[in-house]
């Protein structure tokens, strides 16, 4: 008898494929946009996951924009790649794209970084593996991740003192 042979996984990518229910769409009859950032953290939370080996958190969502809606009945795909890590963090890219399953080309829709931290039984930071980005596409989406994380540092350093202390 032969032993099956598994596919090596590539433990910096995940791939969701699936079709967009009625039960997500909004009032206009797409989906609604909290739905979609649910998929995007799910699709992030198992990325980060399968990458640091352990539980994570999101820390923040940064630059998401909706190019086009998704309608229901729709193919959508969310790609979520690892871009850039600290020492806890992983940055991670997703991007959504969607269209008609009967052969009609799926479209971006949306993408933005996730930024999630790996966390032991405590909810205490852990360190996880360093990733280095080898090709030109790595290397732009991990300077593009250092970007945005340095403007949304600056944004951070802009919010009055009430709203950064929580108080409004």
């Keep these: 008898m032969s032993t099956p ?31 979609l950032m649910k998929w995007i953290d799910e699709t992030a939370y198992a990325c980060s996951a399968v ?11 940064g630059n998401i924009r909706f190019r086009r809606p998704i309608h229901v009945g729709n193919l959508v795909e969310l790609r ?3 871009v850039a890590t600290g020492r806890t963090s992983m940055h991670i890219h997703v991007s959504v794209h969607a269209g008609d399953p009967k052969g009609g080309e799926l479209l971006q829709t949306t993408d933005c970084l996730v930024v999630m931290v790996a966390v032991n039984e405590n909810g205490s930071p852990v ?35 009430e709203v950064a202390k929580g108080k409004v």
């Design 5 to 35: 042979i598994a596919a090596p996984l590539d433990r910096s990518e995940t791939t969701f494929r699936f079709l967009a229910e009625p039960t997500s769409v909004n009032f206009g009859g797409k989906v609604h946009g909290g739905a």
């Design 51 to 61: 990458w640091s080996g352990r539980y994570c958190v999101t820390v923040s969502v």
């Design 80 to 82: 979520a790649r690892v």
């Design 127 to 161: 360190p996880v593996p360093s990733f280095v980005p080898q090709t030109e596409e790595q290397q732009r989406l991990a300077k593009y991740a250092m970007d945005v994380k340095d403007a949304l540092d600056a944004i951070v350093d802009l919010k009055p003192d």
